[in-house]
């Protein structure tokens, strides 16, 4: 009898074990019209860097606004670069589209305030460039909601860890210059 009882318990502990991040593919949360409109205007921000569409993205952030960026290599963080949200793209005519989708975001709500955060991947021409993640934080001032500031980490060798190939309902799926409805 004892032996069953634990057999029984190691075998309830064993399914509960948390899978690795990237062996499970990630549920998507079900979100209301308020959660929605947030992330309408971080698919806007994505689509217009990606597409290199400089008056699209002013249209989605606050010119106050900035920007954080690190970019990692061999699990080491580098040097944290900040600049104001003027300062982040530059449109060029040579410009080479890319792909920034994400998927499984976590909104915060309160109020006049938000916050998105999300695992991401970047892919050009279809390969997957780096993985991270990104953090949004948004107001909303005149029944709109605008990017205050966003944080995004570039980990190269990350997509793995953070269940890139497991990930379900990426976001935005459509308006990419470089492959639509990729």
């Not at 593919?25 to 929605?36: L, M, N, S, Y």
């Not at 190269?156 to 793995?160: E, K, N, Q, T, V």
């Given at each position: 009898?004892?032996?069953?009882?634990?057999?029984?318990?190691?075998?309830?502990?064993?399914?509960c074990t948390t899978p690795q991040m990237a062996d499970a593919?990630?549920?998507?949360?079900?979100?209301?019209?308020?959660?929605?409109a947030v992330l309408k205007v971080v698919d806007t921000f994505l689509l217009a860097v990606g597409n290199g569409d400089r008056e699209l993205q002013k249209s989605v952030e606050l010119p106050d606004g900035g920007l954080a960026v690190y970019r990692s290599k061999d699990g080491v963080a580098g040097a944290v670069r900040r600049m104001p949200a003027s300062d982040f793209q530059k449109p060029t005519p040579d410009h080479d589209p890319f792909v920034e989708m994400y998927w499984a975001p976590k909104i915060d709500l309160r109020g006049s305030f938000a916050q998105v955060w999300s695992r991401y991947m970047l892919t050009n021409n279809g390969a997957i460039v780096h993985c991270g993640i990104n953090a949004f934080q948004l107001v909303k001032l005149e029944g709109a909601w605008k990017i205050h500031s966003a944080l995004s980490s570039m980990e190269?060798?990350?997509?793995?860890e953070l269940g890139a190939k497991a990930a379900t309902g990426l976001r935005p799926r459509d308006g990419w210059r470089e492959t639509p409805s990729q």
């Open positions: 009898m004892k032996h069953a009882i634990v057999a029984g318990l190691l075998a309830m502990a064993a399914a593919p990630v549920a998507q949360p079900t979100f209301g019209a308020e959660e929605e190269a060798g990350s997509c793995d």
